[in-house]
């Protein structure tokens, strides 16, 4: 089994920057292509981006495409989501997500075997 722990939510004002982390443990070598999910209150999950295993690969959505920036370190066995420029829209609840099946990042939830529990992200206007 893996487990994903978030951490680094909070509340910031709008322009300001934060960064996630996901820590993975248990059966890590299991796992291939990581990412980023969000969920706002009344809203489905939606995609902010993923990475490949090697950190060669990324995809963003387009709302967060050029200010957020995703990366991994596999040696700490963590990936991290670099939030520049946030806006209020960019309110939500933030899950970290692997997969051992495909080892390019992909659009839909129902592609990654493994998530966090989340941690909350507030911006403020």
């Known amino acids: 089994q893996v487990q994903l722990v978030e951490s680094g939510g909070g509340l910031v004002q709008a322009g300001d920057s934060l960064r996630l982390s996901c820590a993975a443990s248990g059966r890590t070598f299991n796992l291939y292509a990581m990412a980023w999910f969000r969920q706002a209150p009344g809203r489905e999950r939606e995609f902010v981006g993923g990475?490949?295993?090697?950190?060669?690969?990324?995809l963003y959505a387009d709302s967060v495409k050029g200010r957020f920036t995703i990366s991994r370190d596999n040696a700490k066995n963590t990936v991290y989501l670099q939030m520049d420029s946030l806006k209020p829209e960019d309110t939500a609840v933030y899950f970290c997500?692997?997969?051992?099946?495909?080892?390019?990042?992909?659009?839909?939830?129902?592609?990654?075997?493994?998530w966090g529990q989340g941690t909350q992200v507030t911006v403020s206007s």
């Open positions: 990475i490949n295993w090697s950190g060669g690969t990324t």
């Open positions: 997500a692997g997969s051992w099946l495909y080892n390019s990042p992909r659009y839909s939830s129902q592609d990654y075997n493994y």
